[in-house]
Protein backbone atom coordinates (compact mmCIF):
# COMPACT_ATOMS: atom_id res chain seq x y z
CA UNK A 1 0.00 0.00 0.00
CA UNK A 2 1.33 3.32 -1.21
CA UNK A 3 1.71 5.84 1.66
CA UNK A 4 -1.21 8.45 0.43
CA UNK A 5 -3.00 5.57 0.39
CA UNK A 6 -2.72 5.31 3.94
CA UNK A 7 -5.44 6.53 6.24
CA UNK A 8 -4.24 9.59 8.80
CA UNK A 9 -5.89 11.69 12.15
CA UNK A 10 -6.07 14.90 12.43
CA UNK A 11 -2.81 14.80 14.30
CA UNK A 12 -0.69 13.62 11.08
CA UNK A 13 1.09 17.20 10.50
CA UNK A 14 1.96 17.06 13.86
CA UNK A 15 3.31 14.01 14.20
CA UNK A 16 5.80 14.55 11.18
CA UNK A 17 6.51 18.14 12.90
CA UNK A 18 7.56 16.61 15.89
CA UNK A 19 10.38 14.24 14.11
CA UNK A 20 7.41 11.26 13.84
CA UNK A 21 9.06 8.13 12.39
CA UNK A 22 5.65 6.98 10.42
CA UNK A 23 4.77 3.78 9.93
CA UNK A 24 1.80 1.89 8.20
CA UNK A 25 0.24 0.46 10.91
CA UNK A 26 -2.95 -1.56 10.39
CA UNK A 27 -3.45 0.76 7.14
CA UNK A 28 -2.77 4.22 9.72
CA UNK A 29 0.43 6.41 8.44
CA UNK A 30 1.40 6.50 12.24
CA UNK A 31 4.60 7.49 14.39
CA UNK A 32 6.48 4.41 15.54
CA UNK A 33 8.28 6.73 18.09
CA UNK A 34 9.65 10.22 17.88
CA UNK A 35 12.64 11.82 18.33
CA UNK A 36 13.52 11.04 21.82
CA UNK A 37 13.65 6.83 20.97
CA UNK A 38 10.84 4.02 22.34
CA UNK A 39 12.97 3.79 25.66
CA UNK A 40 12.95 7.58 26.55
CA UNK A 41 9.19 7.74 25.82
CA UNK A 42 8.61 4.17 27.52
CA UNK A 43 10.75 5.31 30.81
CA UNK A 44 8.91 8.77 30.53
CA UNK A 45 5.37 7.39 30.50
CA UNK A 46 6.18 5.05 33.73
CA UNK A 47 7.97 8.29 36.06
CA UNK A 48 6.37 11.64 34.51
CA UNK A 49 3.92 11.59 31.63
CA UNK A 50 3.56 10.45 27.87
CA UNK A 51 1.22 11.68 25.13
CA UNK A 52 -0.58 8.89 22.47
CA UNK A 53 -2.13 9.98 19.39
CA UNK A 54 -4.96 6.87 19.63
CA UNK A 55 -7.35 8.83 16.99
CA UNK A 56 -7.19 5.65 14.71
CA UNK A 57 -9.04 3.33 17.46
CA UNK A 58 -12.48 2.48 16.01
CA UNK A 59 -15.74 4.01 17.92
CA UNK A 60 -19.26 2.63 17.49
CA UNK A 61 -22.49 3.54 18.68
CA UNK A 62 -25.27 1.39 19.65
CA UNK A 63 -28.37 3.18 20.54
CA UNK A 64 -31.86 2.35 21.35
CA UNK A 65 -34.22 0.47 23.76
CA UNK A 66 -32.33 -2.56 22.93
CA UNK A 67 -28.86 -1.63 23.22
CA UNK A 68 -27.88 -3.42 26.27
CA UNK A 69 -29.22 -7.33 25.28
CA UNK A 70 -28.10 -6.59 21.48
CA UNK A 71 -24.43 -5.94 23.00
CA UNK A 72 -24.69 -8.50 25.58
CA UNK A 73 -25.51 -10.91 22.61
CA UNK A 74 -22.30 -10.21 20.60
CA UNK A 75 -20.12 -9.79 23.93
CA UNK A 76 -18.51 -11.94 26.31
CA UNK A 77 -18.46 -9.48 29.26
CA UNK A 78 -21.88 -9.20 30.72
CA UNK A 79 -23.34 -5.29 29.65
CA UNK A 80 -26.44 -5.66 32.60
CA UNK A 81 -23.72 -5.04 34.57
CA UNK A 82 -22.28 -1.56 33.67
CA UNK A 83 -23.72 1.53 35.08
CA UNK A 84 -23.90 5.04 33.18
CA UNK A 85 -20.65 5.96 33.31
CA UNK A 86 -18.99 3.25 33.58
CA UNK A 87 -16.94 1.20 30.58
CA UNK A 88 -15.85 -2.60 30.51
CA UNK A 89 -13.14 -4.40 28.52
CA UNK A 90 -14.67 -7.22 26.84
CA UNK A 91 -14.34 -9.37 23.21
CA UNK A 92 -16.71 -9.93 20.60
CA UNK A 93 -16.55 -13.81 19.49
CA UNK A 94 -17.51 -15.58 16.60
CA UNK A 95 -19.46 -18.78 16.83
CA UNK A 96 -16.35 -21.04 18.11
CA UNK A 97 -15.60 -18.60 20.58
CA UNK A 98 -12.74 -17.02 18.82
CA UNK A 99 -11.39 -13.60 18.99
CA UNK A 100 -13.15 -10.89 16.42
CA UNK A 101 -11.58 -8.20 18.51
CA UNK A 102 -11.05 -7.07 21.75
CA UNK A 103 -13.17 -3.71 22.70
CA UNK A 104 -14.16 -1.18 25.59
CA UNK A 105 -18.20 -0.94 26.20
CA UNK A 106 -18.82 2.25 27.34
CA UNK A 107 -22.71 2.84 28.97
CA UNK A 108 -23.60 6.52 28.62
CA UNK A 109 -27.43 5.39 29.35
CA UNK A 110 -29.93 2.67 28.96
CA UNK A 111 -30.21 3.51 25.59
CA UNK A 112 -26.45 4.65 24.76
CA UNK A 113 -23.50 2.15 24.43
CA UNK A 114 -20.25 2.96 22.75
CA UNK A 115 -17.97 0.68 21.14
CA UNK A 116 -14.58 1.10 21.24
CA UNK A 117 -12.46 -1.24 18.66
CA UNK A 118 -8.64 -1.76 17.00
CA UNK A 119 -7.77 0.78 14.77
CA UNK A 120 -6.96 -2.16 12.47
CA UNK A 121 -10.04 -4.27 12.32
CA UNK A 122 -12.99 -1.49 12.86
CA UNK A 123 -14.61 -2.18 9.12
CA UNK A 124 -14.39 -6.23 9.60
CA UNK A 125 -15.60 -5.59 13.42
CA UNK A 126 -18.46 -2.96 11.68
CA UNK A 127 -19.18 -6.12 8.96
CA UNK A 128 -19.33 -8.54 11.70
CA UNK A 129 -22.12 -6.89 14.01
CA UNK A 130 -23.90 -5.48 11.10
CA UNK A 131 -24.53 -8.90 10.30
CA UNK A 132 -25.73 -10.26 14.12
CA UNK A 133 -28.26 -7.27 13.74
CA UNK A 134 -30.95 -7.01 12.61
CA UNK A 135 -34.53 -4.37 13.33
CA UNK A 136 -35.58 -6.92 15.66
CA UNK A 137 -32.58 -5.95 17.68
CA UNK A 138 -34.50 -2.40 18.30
CA UNK A 139 -31.03 -0.27 18.25
CA UNK A 140 -29.07 0.99 15.36
CA UNK A 141 -25.77 0.91 15.00
CA UNK A 142 -23.39 3.78 13.86
CA UNK A 143 -19.54 3.59 12.79
CA UNK A 144 -18.58 7.22 14.51
CA UNK A 145 -14.80 6.25 13.94
CA UNK A 146 -14.30 9.62 12.00
CA UNK A 147 -15.97 11.89 14.27
CA UNK A 148 -13.53 11.24 17.33
CA UNK A 149 -10.01 11.90 17.74
CA UNK A 150 -8.83 10.20 21.00
CA UNK A 151 -5.76 11.39 23.02
CA UNK A 152 -4.22 9.70 25.63
CA UNK A 153 -2.40 11.34 28.96
CA UNK A 154 -1.11 8.24 30.70
CA UNK A 155 1.20 8.22 33.75
CA UNK A 156 1.38 9.46 37.22
CA UNK A 157 1.34 12.95 36.47
CA UNK A 158 -1.92 12.61 33.61
CA UNK A 159 -4.08 13.65 35.83
CA UNK A 160 -2.57 16.77 37.01
CA UNK A 161 -2.12 17.86 33.58
CA UNK A 162 -5.49 17.41 32.33
CA UNK A 163 -7.33 18.36 35.64
CA UNK A 164 -5.79 21.58 34.77
CA UNK A 165 -8.18 22.25 31.77
CA UNK A 166 -11.49 20.62 32.70
CA UNK A 167 -13.46 21.13 35.57
CA UNK A 168 -14.74 17.73 35.67
CA UNK A 169 -12.93 16.30 39.08
CA UNK A 170 -11.07 13.62 38.04
CA UNK A 171 -9.83 11.99 40.95
CA UNK A 172 -13.76 11.33 41.18
CA UNK A 173 -13.65 9.29 37.93
CA UNK A 174 -12.81 5.64 39.30
CA UNK A 175 -10.65 3.49 36.72
CA UNK A 176 -12.84 2.22 33.92
CA UNK A 177 -15.19 5.00 34.12
CA UNK A 178 -15.69 8.13 32.49
CA UNK A 179 -17.38 11.55 32.43
CA UNK A 180 -18.59 13.40 29.57
CA UNK A 181 -17.21 17.09 30.18
CA UNK A 182 -15.42 20.20 28.64
CA UNK A 183 -11.69 20.22 28.35
CA UNK A 184 -10.01 23.13 27.26
CA UNK A 185 -12.95 24.57 26.15
CA UNK A 186 -13.85 21.14 23.95
CA UNK A 187 -16.23 19.30 24.43
CA UNK A 188 -15.36 15.83 25.81
CA UNK A 189 -15.50 12.79 26.72
CA UNK A 190 -12.61 11.67 29.60
CA UNK A 191 -12.21 8.35 29.97
CA UNK A 192 -10.17 6.61 32.62
CA UNK A 193 -8.59 4.02 30.97
CA UNK A 194 -5.75 3.09 28.90
CA UNK A 195 -3.15 1.08 27.67
CA UNK A 196 0.12 1.52 29.62
CA UNK A 197 -0.46 0.04 33.10
CA UNK A 198 0.31 3.26 34.06
CA UNK A 199 -3.03 5.50 35.76
CA UNK A 200 -4.13 7.86 32.72
CA UNK A 201 -7.35 9.10 31.10
CA UNK A 202 -8.17 8.84 27.09
CA UNK A 203 -9.90 12.10 25.88
CA UNK A 204 -12.24 11.49 23.31
CA UNK A 205 -13.56 15.08 21.00
CA UNK A 206 -13.86 16.25 17.53
CA UNK A 207 -11.29 15.62 15.51
CA UNK A 208 -11.45 19.45 14.35
CA UNK A 209 -9.89 20.13 18.15
CA UNK A 210 -6.80 17.01 18.16
CA UNK A 211 -4.52 20.08 17.62
CA UNK A 212 -5.23 22.10 20.05
CA UNK A 213 -5.84 19.51 22.49
CA UNK A 214 -2.66 17.92 21.74
CA UNK A 215 -0.56 21.01 21.90
CA UNK A 216 -2.11 21.87 25.29
CA UNK A 217 -1.40 18.56 26.88
CA UNK A 218 2.35 18.93 25.90
CA UNK A 219 2.67 22.26 27.00
CA UNK A 220 1.13 21.30 30.55
CA UNK A 221 2.98 18.49 30.64
CA UNK A 222 5.89 20.34 30.09
CA UNK A 223 7.22 19.06 26.87
CA UNK A 224 11.05 19.91 26.18
CA UNK A 225 11.86 20.07 29.72
CA UNK A 226 14.22 16.89 31.43
CA UNK A 227 10.69 15.44 33.27
CA UNK A 228 8.25 16.52 31.04
CA UNK A 229 5.45 14.85 28.99
CA UNK A 230 7.00 13.23 26.38
CA UNK A 231 4.52 12.33 22.85
CA UNK A 232 4.94 8.67 22.27
CA UNK A 233 4.81 6.32 19.53
CA UNK A 234 3.84 3.08 18.32
CA UNK A 235 6.93 1.31 19.64
CA UNK A 236 6.58 2.70 23.06
CA UNK A 237 2.81 2.03 22.78
CA UNK A 238 3.37 -2.02 22.82
CA UNK A 239 6.29 -2.28 24.89
CA UNK A 240 3.97 -0.15 27.83
CA UNK A 241 1.24 -2.63 27.56
CA UNK A 242 3.55 -5.29 27.43
CA UNK A 243 4.88 -4.52 30.47
CA UNK A 244 1.90 -4.55 31.46
CA UNK A 245 0.90 -7.68 30.03
CA UNK A 246 -2.28 -6.48 28.39
CA UNK A 247 -3.09 -8.34 24.81
CA UNK A 248 -3.02 -7.15 21.89
CA UNK A 249 -5.07 -7.98 19.13
CA UNK A 250 -3.25 -10.29 15.91
CA UNK A 251 -0.90 -11.14 18.89
CA UNK A 252 -2.31 -12.67 21.73
CA UNK A 253 -5.87 -12.44 19.96
CA UNK A 254 -7.44 -13.69 17.11
CA UNK A 255 -10.22 -15.69 15.50
CA UNK A 256 -8.95 -18.72 16.02
CA UNK A 257 -7.96 -18.19 19.62
CA UNK A 258 -10.39 -17.91 22.75
CA UNK A 259 -10.69 -15.63 25.99
CA UNK A 260 -10.09 -18.50 27.77
CA UNK A 261 -6.68 -19.36 25.98
CA UNK A 262 -5.93 -15.75 25.93
CA UNK A 263 -6.38 -15.80 30.01
CA UNK A 264 -9.43 -13.55 29.89
CA UNK A 265 -12.29 -15.98 31.59
CA UNK A 266 -12.93 -12.47 33.76
CA UNK A 267 -14.12 -11.05 30.78
CA UNK A 268 -16.47 -14.14 29.52
CA UNK A 269 -19.66 -14.82 31.95
CA UNK A 270 -21.30 -17.61 30.57
CA UNK A 271 -23.58 -17.38 33.27
CA UNK A 272 -25.42 -13.95 31.96
CA UNK A 273 -27.28 -15.97 28.96
CA UNK A 274 -27.05 -16.75 25.68
CA UNK A 275 -23.94 -14.93 23.17
CA UNK A 276 -22.49 -15.86 19.98
CA UNK A 277 -20.03 -18.49 21.17
CA UNK A 278 -21.20 -19.05 24.49
CA UNK A 279 -21.73 -22.74 23.04
CA UNK A 280 -18.02 -23.28 21.89
CA UNK A 281 -17.01 -21.75 25.02
CA UNK A 282 -18.53 -23.67 27.34
CA UNK A 283 -17.56 -26.89 26.04
CA UNK A 284 -13.68 -25.61 25.91
CA UNK A 285 -14.50 -24.59 29.69
CA UNK A 286 -15.58 -28.05 30.38
CA UNK A 287 -12.83 -30.23 28.21
CA UNK A 288 -9.86 -28.07 29.29
CA UNK A 289 -7.44 -26.15 27.74
CA UNK A 290 -4.77 -27.08 24.80
CA UNK A 291 -2.82 -24.23 25.18
CA UNK A 292 -3.02 -21.40 27.78
CA UNK A 293 -1.33 -17.45 27.64
CA UNK A 294 1.86 -17.30 29.67
CA UNK A 295 4.48 -14.50 30.51
CA UNK A 296 8.43 -15.73 30.55
CA UNK A 297 11.20 -13.75 30.62
CA UNK A 298 14.90 -14.27 29.32
CA UNK A 299 17.62 -16.09 31.58
CA UNK A 300 19.88 -16.25 28.61
CA UNK A 301 21.29 -13.64 27.18
CA UNK A 302 18.81 -13.12 23.52
CA UNK A 303 15.05 -11.48 22.66
CA UNK A 304 12.72 -13.72 22.33
CA UNK A 305 10.38 -12.14 19.12
CA UNK A 306 6.55 -12.87 17.79
CA UNK A 307 6.47 -16.27 16.46
CA UNK A 308 9.64 -17.89 17.94
CA UNK A 309 9.08 -21.33 18.57
CA UNK A 310 9.11 -22.46 22.49
CA UNK A 311 10.34 -25.96 23.75
CA UNK A 312 10.39 -27.48 26.66
CA UNK A 313 12.71 -30.61 27.01
CA UNK A 314 13.67 -30.49 23.68
CA UNK A 315 10.03 -30.81 22.29
CA UNK A 316 8.60 -27.74 20.42
CA UNK A 317 5.33 -26.97 22.86
CA UNK A 318 4.46 -23.28 21.87
CA UNK A 319 4.62 -20.18 20.30
CA UNK A 320 5.56 -16.80 21.33
CA UNK A 321 2.75 -14.09 20.85
CA UNK A 322 4.83 -11.04 21.94
CA UNK A 323 8.47 -10.30 22.38
CA UNK A 324 10.53 -7.73 23.67
CA UNK A 325 12.91 -5.75 25.97
CA UNK A 326 10.85 -4.46 28.67
CA UNK A 327 12.77 -0.93 29.18
CA UNK A 328 11.37 -0.01 32.17
CA UNK A 329 11.69 -3.95 34.07
CA UNK A 330 14.87 -3.75 32.23
CA UNK A 331 14.43 -7.74 31.10
CA UNK A 332 13.55 -9.59 27.78
CA UNK A 333 10.10 -10.37 28.46
CA UNK A 334 7.32 -12.19 26.18
CA UNK A 335 4.04 -13.50 26.26
CA UNK A 336 3.27 -17.30 24.71
CA UNK A 337 1.05 -19.79 24.04
CA UNK A 338 2.36 -23.19 26.33
CA UNK A 339 0.31 -26.24 27.11
CA UNK A 340 -1.10 -25.36 30.62
CA UNK A 341 1.25 -28.17 32.22
CA UNK A 342 3.96 -25.62 31.31
CA UNK A 343 2.45 -22.05 32.48
CA UNK A 344 3.11 -22.72 36.03
CA UNK A 345 5.79 -19.64 37.23
CA UNK A 346 9.38 -21.15 37.22
CA UNK A 347 8.65 -23.40 34.45
CA UNK A 348 12.11 -23.72 32.75
CA UNK A 349 11.51 -23.49 28.99
CA UNK A 350 13.70 -22.29 25.92
CA UNK A 351 12.84 -19.78 23.16
CA UNK A 352 14.58 -20.61 19.42
CA UNK A 353 16.24 -18.03 18.57
CA UNK A 354 17.60 -17.91 15.14
CA UNK A 355 18.28 -21.53 15.45
CA UNK A 356 19.90 -21.05 18.91
CA UNK A 357 17.68 -22.27 22.36
CA UNK A 358 17.55 -19.63 24.17
CA UNK A 359 16.58 -19.67 28.30
CA UNK A 360 13.79 -18.42 29.27
CA UNK A 361 11.42 -19.18 32.47
CA UNK A 362 7.40 -18.11 33.14
CA UNK A 363 6.71 -15.87 35.50
CA UNK A 364 3.58 -14.40 36.69
CA UNK A 365 2.14 -11.50 35.09
CA UNK A 366 1.33 -8.66 34.78
CA UNK A 367 5.32 -8.19 34.68
CA UNK A 368 4.65 -4.57 35.74
CA UNK A 369 2.56 -4.07 38.25
CA UNK A 370 2.45 -0.15 39.23
CA UNK A 371 2.63 1.09 42.88
CA UNK A 372 -0.55 2.93 43.95
CA UNK B 1 21.69 14.06 7.52
CA UNK B 2 23.88 11.42 8.39
CA UNK B 3 27.58 11.75 9.86
CA UNK B 4 30.10 9.91 7.50
CA UNK B 5 33.50 10.72 8.89
CA UNK B 6 36.19 11.09 6.19
CA UNK B 7 38.69 8.75 7.30
CA UNK B 8 36.41 5.68 7.05
CA UNK B 9 35.92 3.44 4.56
CA UNK B 10 32.14 1.67 4.25
CA UNK B 11 29.86 -1.19 2.68
CA UNK B 12 26.30 -0.82 1.87
CA UNK B 13 25.32 -3.02 4.13
CA UNK B 14 26.01 -0.02 6.31
CA UNK B 15 29.14 -0.74 7.92
CA UNK B 16 31.76 1.53 8.69
CA UNK B 17 35.32 -0.08 8.15
CA UNK B 18 38.74 1.12 9.75
CA UNK B 19 41.59 -0.23 7.86
CA UNK B 20 45.22 0.00 9.60
CA UNK B 21 47.88 -2.05 8.28
CA UNK B 22 45.99 -5.61 7.76
CA UNK B 23 43.79 -4.81 10.38
CA UNK B 24 40.49 -3.72 9.94
CA UNK B 25 38.21 -2.22 12.68
CA UNK B 26 34.21 -2.81 12.17
CA UNK B 27 31.19 -1.43 12.71
CA UNK B 28 27.69 0.07 11.90
CA UNK B 29 27.09 4.06 10.42
CA UNK B 30 25.27 6.73 12.22
CA UNK B 31 22.57 6.01 9.52
CA UNK B 32 22.33 2.38 10.10
CA UNK B 33 21.85 3.13 13.77
CA UNK B 34 19.94 5.92 13.61
CA UNK B 35 17.27 3.42 11.33
CA UNK B 36 17.62 0.95 14.03
CA UNK B 37 16.84 2.89 16.28
CA UNK B 38 18.05 2.21 20.29
CA UNK B 39 20.04 -0.97 20.61
CA UNK B 40 19.46 -2.60 23.04
CA UNK B 41 21.32 -6.06 22.45
CA UNK B 42 24.78 -6.71 19.97
CA UNK B 43 25.34 -10.33 19.69
CA UNK B 44 29.03 -10.65 18.50
CA UNK B 45 31.26 -14.05 17.39
CA UNK B 46 33.81 -15.04 19.42
CA UNK B 47 37.92 -14.32 18.50
CA UNK B 48 39.34 -17.05 16.15
CA UNK B 49 36.26 -16.86 14.22
CA UNK B 50 36.74 -16.87 10.59
CA UNK B 51 34.50 -15.39 8.02
CA UNK B 52 34.02 -14.73 4.28
CA UNK B 53 32.73 -11.54 2.83
CA UNK B 54 29.51 -10.70 3.36
CA UNK B 55 28.51 -13.71 5.72
CA UNK B 56 26.28 -13.36 8.78
CA UNK B 57 28.83 -12.30 11.64
CA UNK B 58 26.32 -11.01 14.16
CA UNK B 59 23.32 -9.03 15.05
CA UNK B 60 22.10 -5.91 16.32
CA UNK B 61 18.64 -6.23 18.10
CA UNK B 62 16.75 -2.47 18.75
CA UNK B 63 13.89 -2.57 20.97
CA UNK B 64 11.55 -3.14 17.69
CA UNK B 65 13.51 -5.35 15.29
CA UNK B 66 16.76 -7.46 15.09
CA UNK B 67 18.62 -6.82 12.05
CA UNK B 68 21.86 -8.99 10.85
CA UNK B 69 25.15 -8.07 10.53
CA UNK B 70 27.56 -8.62 7.46
CA UNK B 71 31.18 -9.01 7.21
CA UNK B 72 32.46 -6.38 4.79
CA UNK B 73 35.33 -8.10 3.86
CA UNK B 74 36.72 -11.80 5.06
CA UNK B 75 39.24 -13.00 7.71
CA UNK B 76 39.95 -13.95 11.08
CA UNK B 77 37.73 -12.33 14.08
CA UNK B 78 41.05 -10.99 16.51
CA UNK B 79 39.22 -8.57 18.65
CA UNK B 80 35.32 -8.26 19.92
CA UNK B 81 33.92 -4.85 21.90
CA UNK B 82 32.89 -6.90 25.01
CA UNK B 83 31.91 -3.11 26.32
CA UNK B 84 28.58 -3.87 24.30
CA UNK B 85 27.29 -6.22 26.08
CA UNK B 86 27.06 -3.95 29.25
CA UNK B 87 26.46 -0.59 26.46
CA UNK B 88 24.67 -1.45 23.72
CA UNK B 89 23.77 1.92 23.40
CA UNK B 90 27.09 3.45 22.59
CA UNK B 91 26.05 2.01 18.85
CA UNK B 92 23.32 5.07 19.33
CA UNK B 93 25.85 7.17 20.77
CA UNK B 94 28.74 6.68 19.74
CA UNK B 95 28.51 4.38 16.11
CA UNK B 96 32.24 5.47 15.22
CA UNK B 97 34.04 4.75 18.46
CA UNK B 98 32.85 3.47 21.42
CA UNK B 99 30.56 1.24 19.51
CA UNK B 100 32.96 -0.69 17.56
CA UNK B 101 32.17 -4.18 17.03
CA UNK B 102 34.37 -6.34 16.13
CA UNK B 103 38.30 -6.23 14.64
CA UNK B 104 39.43 -8.72 11.86
CA UNK B 105 42.82 -9.58 10.68
CA UNK B 106 42.07 -9.53 7.37
CA UNK B 107 42.36 -12.40 5.07
CA UNK B 108 43.19 -10.15 2.03
CA UNK B 109 43.61 -6.57 2.34
CA UNK B 110 43.20 -5.82 -1.30
CA UNK B 111 39.68 -5.78 -0.23
CA UNK B 112 39.53 -2.99 1.40
CA UNK B 113 40.04 -0.65 -2.15
CA UNK B 114 36.58 -2.02 -3.23
CA UNK B 115 35.25 -0.34 -0.40
CA UNK B 116 33.41 2.94 -0.39
CA UNK B 117 34.97 5.90 -0.08
CA UNK B 118 32.82 8.56 2.53
CA UNK B 119 31.82 10.62 -0.52
CA UNK B 120 30.50 7.22 -2.71
CA UNK B 121 28.84 5.81 0.81
CA UNK B 122 26.94 9.58 1.16
CA UNK B 123 26.19 9.09 -2.44
CA UNK B 124 24.42 6.08 -1.87
CA UNK B 125 22.38 6.94 1.26
CA UNK B 126 21.15 10.03 -1.39
CA UNK B 127 20.60 7.50 -3.97
CA UNK B 128 18.80 5.09 -2.04
CA UNK B 129 16.74 8.00 0.17
Redesign the interface.
Known sequence: MSENELKRTALNEVHRALGGKMVDFGGWDMPVQYKAGVIDEHLRCRTSSGLFDVSHMGEIWVAGPGSIAFVNRITTNDVTKLVDGQAHYSALTNEKGGIVDDLLVYRFGEEKLLLVVNAGTTDKDFAWISSHHSTADNCTIENASSKFCQIAVQGPNALKILQQITETPLEAISYYHFSEGSVDGVEAIISRTGYTGEDGFEVYADPQYAEQLWNKFLDLGGFGSDAGILPCGLAARNTLRLEAAMSLYGHELGDDITPYEANLGWITKLAKGDFIGRQALAEQKEAGLQRKLAGFEMTEPGIARDGFDVYVDDEKCGLVTSGSPAPYLKKNIGLAFLPPAFTTAGQEIKIDIRGRKVGAVVVPTPFYKRQK | MSNIPENLRYSKDHEWIAVNGDVATIGITDYAQHSL??V??V?LPRVGDKFDTHESFG?V????A?SEIFTPLGGEVTEVNDGL?DAPESVNGDPYSAGWMIKMKMANSGEADALLSAAEYEEYLEASA
Not at chain 2, 61 to 64: A, L, Q
Open positions: GDVYDSESVKVN
